[in-house]
């Protein structure tokens, strides 16, 4: 039979060749019949149009100027993360995603012109190259090419709340704590607590800087539904998946509430005593005095004992300064060994509070605790410090 021309883009060295071979740069796919025409692989896609909204991301880009001679034309997305703010340059300082980036409708062998990513860290810069491949993209010693554009996410929400934590439930109250969200995207300012009853939906809210939030006023044994969470200056996150906790009954709560309590009434029965005693001997110490006729003895610092294991206490009122009483039988704690509770009381110049103390090496105690209120008088702050003092003088 006569001898054909050999197809678009090959060649042959020899006459009546029963194959011919491909110029360079140009390619037959494994599916392609030995008499079709080589092609080569696609330019660059066109074009690519980023929207980026918090850690999400939008791209779309147009079809390549050239196709390679064929019509099996597919895309994929790269993504990298980069070091560095947005004025940073050269790909030696992005590396790779992590797995957790989604594409929809997927990341490799794109059909569409359009991919949705999600779950980007926030203020972050990326790079993301659309590369354009066809069907001989793999016989090619040289990448796919493709079109680079890089964004920088903005300032996000943070993500859910994991999980929720009961710590202890009575016949009225429910005391919870959380994990803070895995991606906070910034500093939480503070969280939000939605909760309802299960028989009835109708649902309240509370806010909490903390972790953790003890909710008051509920039913005695009534489940209810509880949801978190966190906000920072983006706005708040999503709520966490709910979760069910239900109260005690009145009798289970009373005796746990009683058990709770016992410490604090234990703490503060013995402050209560120890200022009694207080008292008592200041009184006798100044009828001594008076006995004595001496006014300079009131400013003499007695630290002699009256009998084996029994003190003589110093009544902080003979002090010109209250302040040199406190530094004398006073002692500093670090403020961040004590955590405030609650408010139990107020006195006449200040608030009394339940709270905790942990000091290094020593275990935890529950303790009474007293504070000077704003707007305070001098004469109120040298009570306050005269009692800070007395106390100061008891071991307990």
């Not at 803070?180 to 649902?203: C, H, Q, T, W």
Request: with cysteine.
């Amino acid at each position: 039979s006569p001898c054909l021309s050999c197809p678009p883009n090959s060649r042959t060295t020899s006459p009546a060749a029963s194959i011919c071979t491909c110029h360079s740069n140009f390619y037959r796919a494994d599916s392609d019949s030995a008499d079709s025409a080589c092609t080569t692989v696609p330019s660059p896609p066109r074009g690519v149009i980023s929207n980026v909204n918090e850690t999400t991301l939008i791209l779309e880009w147009s079809e390549p100027r050239d196709l390679g001679g064929r019509d099996d034309l597919l895309y994929n997305v790269i993504c990298k993360k980069c070091r560095g703010g947005p004025g940073a340059g050269g790909t030696s300082a992005c590396s790779r995603c992590d797995d957790n980036v989604e594409f929809v409708p997927r990341q490799l062998g794109l059909t569409e012109r359009r991919v949705h990513i999600s779950h980007l860290l926030a203020h972050t810069r990326y790079t993301f190259e659309v590369q354009a491949v066809n069907g001989v993209s793999g016989k090619s010693p040289l990448p796919p090419r493709y079109a680079a554009v890089n964004i920088t996410t903005n300032q996000a929400a943070p993500s859910e709340v994991p999980t929720l934590h009961l710590h202890s439930s009575s016949g009225s109250s429910l005391t919870l704590s959380w994990a803070p969200p895995e991606r906070p995207n910034g500093v939480i300012l503070d969280y939000e607590m939605k909760y309802f009853e299960k028989s009835e939906g109708i649902a309240s809210t509370v806010t909490s800087q903390k972790n953790s939030v003890q909710l008051d006023g509920l039913r005695p044994e009534a489940r209810y539904v509880v949801q978190v969470r966190a906000r920072t200056v983006a706005g708040y996150g999503q709520y966490s998946r709910p979760a069910e906790f239900e109260t005690t009954s009145e009798r289970g709560s009373g005796t746990q509430q009683l058990q709770e309590q016992l410490p604090l009434i234990v703490g503060s029965a013995t402050a209560g005593l120890v200022f009694v005693v207080a008292v008592v001997v200041i009184a006798v110490v100044c009828l001594r005095k008076q006995r004595h006729g001496s006014d300079s003895e009131y400013t003499e610092k007695l630290q002699q004992y009256i009998a084996p294991g029994m003190k003589v206490y110093i009544d902080p009122f003979t002090y010109e300064d209250p302040n040199e009483a406190v530094r004398e039988f006073a002692k500093e704690i670090d403020v961040s060994c004590v955590k405030i509770e609650e408010v139990i009381g107020a006195g006449e110049f200040g608030e009394v509070c339940r709270g905790r103390l942990k000091q290094p090496g020593r275990r935890e105690v529950f303790v009474a605790i007293k504070t000077l209120k704003v707007g305070y008088t001098e004469r109120q702050r040298r009570d306050f410090l005269s009692e800070a003092s007395i106390m100061g003088q008891f071991d307990h």
